[in-house]
């Protein structure tokens, strides 16, 4: 049992300061349990504790999981440069508690990114130690052909990496599309793999994690969702 004073619950949450946090609870702006609590020292239990804030129902979460259907024309940094950041899709709250893409995804590739500001399981997520396969949907400018899956499972030779990179599963989807399953997720990967096997990647999606699928999900492009713990243990490699 955890039990925190009301405004670090709202702090933890991403709400603001403390200083705002207990300026909104004592102006008479947030509800646990649906009842009004206007004294920010009242400490709560913050197993299952749902509160709510200007008449937004929020849940208490130690850490975040969550799953993004990114669209195109968007930035995986904390800092865009060129284009908006996935931050600006989410809850402002989520940014202010440090969540963050577990990986990346360019620009204009679209599909699933996950998001958290739990830092283990960012790094489990993200090492390479970990092998966990990415599933992607890539769009080819030049037909698909045996030859194209041939040597993209065969391996190709990527500029200033030591060693040929291959997918652990490829196969032709449309004319004009595969299902590329990769486990290395280096920069570019997916892209530099298909020029490198004679082709030209025109668009990218990514549509699986470990054995999560994102059209399991209910999740529309430009939205988001938490995910269950049920969820989170599928985003590993199958046995």
């Known amino acids: 049992m955890k039990k925190l004073s009301l ?52 849940q208490y979460r130690e850490h975040v999981y969550l799953v993004l259907n990114k669209p195109t024309g968007y930035e995986c940094s904390r800092k865009p440069s060129h284009h908006p950041g996935v931050l600006s899709l989410l809850p402002e ?25 739990d830092g283990a399981f960012i790094h489990a997520q993200s090492s390479p130690k970990s092998h966990i396969p990415k599933v992607y949907i890539a769009t080819t400018h030049d037909p698909v052909t045996p030859e194209l899956i041939a040597r993209l499972l065969g391996g190709v030779k990527l500029h200033d990496e030591p060693l040929p990179l291959s997918a652990l599963r490829c196969d032709q989807v449309g004319e004009h599309q595969m299902e590329i399953v990769l486990e290395q997720g280096k920069y570019h990967q997916v892209k530099r793999m298909l020029a490198a096997a004679g082709n030209h990647c025109s668009a990218l999606s990514r549509v699986a994690i470990g054995q ?11 939205d988001w969702a938490y995910l269950s713990a049920r969820q989170i243990e599928k985003l590993v490699p199958s046995e």
């Open 7 to 58: 405004d670090r619950v709202l702090q933890t949450q991403g709400f603001g300061s403390r200083k705002w946090c207990r300026a909104a609870i004592e102006s008479g702006e947030v509800c646990v349990g649906g009842e009004l609590v206007q004294d920010y020292r009242a400490e709560f239990d913050t197993s299952d504790l749902v509160f709510s804030v200007f008449d937004e129902p929020w």
């Open 212 to 222: 999560l699928a994102l059209d399991t999900l209910g999740v529309a492009e430009g």
């Open 93 to 117: 709250q989520f940014a202010r508690r440090d969540v963050q893409p577990v990986g990346r995804l360019d620009h204009d590739t679209t599909g699933m990114l996950l998001m958290s500001d």
